[in-house]
């Protein structure tokens, strides 16, 4: 079909050469009608040619290293969820997609880098929670938006485990709870920073017990368990990527997991349900994003090779020892995930009397 299209557009423009010496009629005298086909045709044959070479810039995607920029300290909890993902879908797209750390100002530096980059596929972002969910609601100004960013999976979800300083004098969560009652702003919990997942789940730990702590923000989970283990800071609410090393060399004590199951790295260590506080659901999840405008056959070629990187049992495997599970999902369900937390946190802000800044 091709071929015959091809052919009477070459005939009709042999034709039209020859038309002013066959009639004697300059151009401008050509009927309207044959101008048009003219137009039509030559926009036919223009196409022709480009949308195959555009179709296949998107079928060698990528084509050189691909920047992932990670809000998270290196050793935090992101920081491990982005290697290991990255690692092997630099193997499986035969590329090198390479971490770039950029933490602090509760993960808005590496996320105003990561929106204000050219929308081609090359830089892409590791968002969290906290950048997505809370930051929006406690940042009256942002350098981005939500509608910055299309997300293109959500990969990893990472229940909070409360941990407290072998020094408190609580081995479970009605002794802590009772021992922060009669002893109000003496416990101190770590966060990834202000906004971040882990200051609104010690916020909402606090609403639901009557509890008074001092939140003191770090650049990420590293620094803040790091200050856990000196004994700077009484406890934290963090995931098992940072935690469960610690907990297991009985450097930290596990008070609950807020999950609905128990963690399989951590069979003694109960859920919030079970150990007398239900509704406590707390956690982060690490998902990547990428800049608004960025093609969506790219999103759609990222979105299946990290879901098939995140289904490989040696991955699978490995984030489970880190006391998460995968998640893998569609860009759609991914941005409705992100919406409907956004409503349930907001009404933890609104309660804790957090004011945007």
Not at 38 to 54: D, G, K, R, T
Not at 66 to 84: C, E, F, K, M, T
Not at 116 to 140: E, Q, R
Not at 319 to 336: D, H, M
Request: some cysteine; charged content about 15%.
């Amino acid at each position: 079909m091709h071929l015959f299209i091809k052919q009477v557009c070459m005939d009709y423009i042999l034709w039209s050469v020859r038309l002013p010496n066959l009639t004697q009629r300059k151009i401008g005298q050509v009927p309207n009608w044959l101008r048009i086909l003219l137009w039509s045709i030559s926009a036919f044959l223009l196409l022709n040619s480009v949308l195959p070479a555009y179709a296949q810039s998107y079928q060698n995607y990528p084509e050189r290293p691909v920047r992932v920029l990670n809000p998270s300290s290196p050793g935090g909890g992101g920081d491990v969820i982005a290697r290991i993902v990255m690692q092997e879908l630099s193997k499986k797209m035969n590329q090198n997609f390479i971490v770039d750390n950029r933490p602090g100002a509760a993960n808005i530096i590496a996320t105003e880098i990561a929106a204000k980059a050219t929308p081609d596929g090359y830089t892409l972002l590791l968002g969290t929670t906290g950048t997505f969910v809370t930051n929006p609601l406690l940042y009256a100004k942002l350098p981005y938006s939500n509608q910055s960013f299309v997300p293109i999976v959500n990969a990893v979800n990472a229940p909070f485990i409360l941990c407290v300083h072998p020094n408190v004098p609580a081995t479970n969560l009605t002794e802590l709870i009772a021992y922060a009652k009669a002893n109000p702003d003496k416990l101190s919990f770590a966060s990834f920073g202000k906004g971040s997942s882990n200051h609104l789940a010690g916020e909402l730990f606090q609403i639901l017990t009557g509890t008074k702590f001092i939140h003191v923000p770090y650049k990420g989970g590293a620094p803040g368990m790091a200050a856990l283990l000196a004994g700077d800071i009484t406890m934290t609410f963090d995931s098992g990527l940072t935690s469960i090393a610690n907990i297991q060399a009985k450097k930290i004590r596990p008070i609950a997991v807020a999950a609905q199951t128990r963690l399989s790295e951590l069979p003694d260590v109960p859920t919030f349900t079970e150990a007398g506080l239900a509704n406590f659901h707390a956690g982060s999840w690490y998902g990547f994003m990428a800049p608004a405008g960025t093609p969506i056959e790219i999103v759609q070629k990222l979105n299946v090779q990290i879901n098939q990187v995140l289904r490989t049992p040696e991955i699978t495997a490995r984030i489970n020892q880190l006391g998460s599970s995968i998640v893998g999902n569609t860009s759609a369900e991914f941005t409705r995930q992100i919406a409907l937390e956004s409503e349930v946190w907001s009404s933890v802000v609104k309660k804790a009397g957090i004011a945007p800044e």
